[in-house]
C-alpha cells in the first residue's frame, strides 16, 4: 500500500493556526476514507477527525470548533485546519486511510502503513 506523506506542521504560537496536508506519493493514488491522528512523547497515539468515502466527519471532543478535516475533489489530499491551537495540541500528526470496523471509535480503523507524521509545536 502506498504510504500518505504529511506536511504544513510548524511552531506555533498559542490561538494561531495551521493547515495540515496528507497526500499520496506522486497523488496519483485516491484516498477514500482517512484519519488525522496525534501522538504526543510518551502518550499513545489518538484519533483527531476522520472523514468517510461521502464526506462525513468526526472529531475528538478536545478539537471540536477548532480542526477541520477535509478532502480535495480528486480525492487525492487530505487536508486538517487547525485554529485556536493550545499548548496540548503539541504532538507529531499522522494521517492514515480509513476502512469500516465494528467496536472502533467512529466506526473506522486505520489499514495503511503509518508514515513519518508532521511535527505541530505550540509554545509561547
Known amino acids: 500500500q502506498v504510504q500518505l506523506v504529511e506536511s504544513g506542521g510548524g511552531l506555533v504560537q498559542p490561538g494561531g493556526s495551521l493547515r495540515l496536508s496528507c497526500a499520496a506519493s506522486?497523488?496519483?493514488?485516491?484516498?477514500?476514507?482517512a484519519g488525522w491522528y496525534r501522538q504526543a512523547p510518551e502518550k499513545q497515539r489518538e484519533l483527531v477527525a476522520t472523514i468517510t468515502s461521502d464526506g462525513n466527519t468526526n472529531y475528538a471532543d478536545s478539537v471540536k470548533g477548532r480542526f477541520t478535516i477535509s478532502r480535495n475533489n480528486a480525492k487525492t489530499t487530505v487536508y486538517l485546519q487547525m485554529n485556536s491551537l493550545k499548548p496540548e495540541d503539541t504532538a507529531v500528526y499522522y494521517c492514515?486511510?480509513?476502512?469500516?470496523?465494528?467496536?472502533?471509535?467512529?466506526?473506522?480503523?486505520?489499514?495503511?502503513?503509518w508514515g513519518q507524521g508532521t511535527q505541530v509545536t505550540v509554545s509561547s
Open positions: 492514515n486511510r480509513m476502512v469500516a470496523a465494528q467496536g472502533t471509535k467512529y466506526g473506522l480503523a486505520p489499514f495503511g502503513s
Open positions: 506522486g497523488s496519483i493514488f485516491r484516498i477514500n476514507a
